[in-house]
């Protein structure tokens, strides 16, 4: 179930706040430009036996077949069978697939990172710039962040099915070492390359989202003052119902106090 609320850590782009606050548009990102190298991408299991091989050479020719439909049938019948005598050149063609899948899913797809706390030094420390950016906080019971999606966190890199229909579930699995992020993902289709008419939809990775449904902006406990005074006065002149907050140190423990504190 999604949480009532949901956050957002990033630096502050002036551009970008603003276009949020006046136009509820969010800037959403394209899988390669995550920090995580393994992020989004997949590892096909590469079969053991003969008809699991099979399986996957057939695969292949019907996706040559489609993609190459110039191609003779007698060409593509060859190719087929330098797989079958050569198994070894298996893994190799996986690996290609791989490379593939991961350039379509950056194309397609664009990623909303959402947090279910706003007060968790390492998120600050990654995300918005070593403490001297913002923390969004969103009403997540409203559109569009129902649709929103937990992170599963694994301890073995998975590896899946070349033939399964079901290869997006990279977009929400990643390693173990990441799990302190207790992340949430909304995912978009970029609409150039959306593959479905049911799917949130980003135009040039901007989504538009309602009015009211960001609720607050939290202000890290390193912004220099004249950048504070900016944020403020960016929110109170494109979108006064916002509530400003601010992060700062506690004074006996190794946590960030936020005030004004959250209901």
Not at 91 to 100: D, F, Q, S, V
Request: aromatic share 12%.
């Amino acid at each position: 179930m999604t949480p009532n609320r949901l956050f957002h850590y990033r630096t502050f782009k002036e551009e970008h706040l603003v276009s949020l606050l006046s136009e509820g548009k969010l800037k959403l990102s394209r899988p390669d430009k995550f920090n995580d190298p393994w992020d989004c991408r997949l590892h096909y299991r590469v079969p053991a036996d003969p008809a699991g091989r099979d399986r996957v050479i057939e695969y292949w020719k019907e996706l040559h077949r489609k993609h190459h439909p110039y191609i003779s049938e007698a060409r593509r019948a060859l190719l087929a069978y330098e797989f079958k005598s050569h198994p070894s050149k298996i893994p190799e063609g996986l690996a290609n697939a791989e490379k593939r899948m991961y350039e379509t899913l950056c194309n397609r797809y664009r990623i909303y990172c959402l947090a279910e706390k706003p007060d968790v030094p390492l998120m600050w420390a990654h995300y918005s710039g070593s403490h001297t950016g913002i923390c969004l906080e969103f009403d997540a019971r409203r559109a569009p962040f129902p649709a929103a999606e937990k992170v599963k966190y694994v301890s073995a890199y998975p590896a899946y099915d070349v033939l399964a229909d079901d290869n997006h579930v990279s977009l929400f699995t990643k390693s173990a070492d990441w799990s302190y992020e207790a992340e949430w993902r909304l995912i978009a289709e970029e609409r150039a390359f959306a593959a479905s008419p049911r799917t949130i939809k980003t135009d040039n990775d901007f989504l538009t989202i309602p009015s009211g449904v960001l609720k607050s902006v939290t202000i890290g406990c390193l912004t220099d003052q004249p950048t504070r005074r900016r944020i403020e006065n960016l929110i109170k002149t494109n979108s006064p119902s916002v509530l400003v907050r601010q992060a700062t140190l506690a004074p006996d423990k190794y946590e960030l106090v936020i005030t004004p504190s959250f209901p």
